[in-house]
């Protein structure tokens, strides 16, 4: 039986963001930011929230989420896959300096 490790490390967290900025097809004037990575080991969750700032309309960006989750866990890789990825965008749409 393999064990998990209990955070994420900086790499998986780059390659994450990586997939979500390339889901979102974001321009790279937007901004993600990570408010909080929580693993669970009992029930085999990672709890993501994050910050997106954009200037994408919330429609566009509702039409982008269908497949993120699955995206993820493939960024996650072997050391995550028994894990179920929950991630909790929030969208701040607008022009940002």
């Known amino acids: ?3 998990a490790p209990t955070s994420l490390d900086e790499d998986v967290v780059d390659r994450i963001l990586e997939v979500i900025r390339s889901r979102f097809n974001l321009p790279s004037a ?4 990570v408010n909080s990575i929580e ?3 009992e029930e085999q969750r990672i709890c993501m929230d994050l910050l997106i700032k954009t ?3 919330p429609e566009a960006l509702a039409e982008d989420y269908f497949g993120l989750t699955s995206r993820v866990r493939e960024a996650l890789g072997n050391d995550w896959s028994g894990f179920f990825p929950i991630i909790t965008p929030q969208f701040r749409s607008g022009l940002y300096a």
Do not use: F, H
């Not at 937007?30 to 930011?33: A, G, L």
């Open 1 to 3: 039986m393999m064990i």
């Open 30 to 33: 937007s901004d993600i930011k």
């Open 39 to 41: 693993v669970d080991q």
């Open 55 to 57: 200037n994408k309309s």
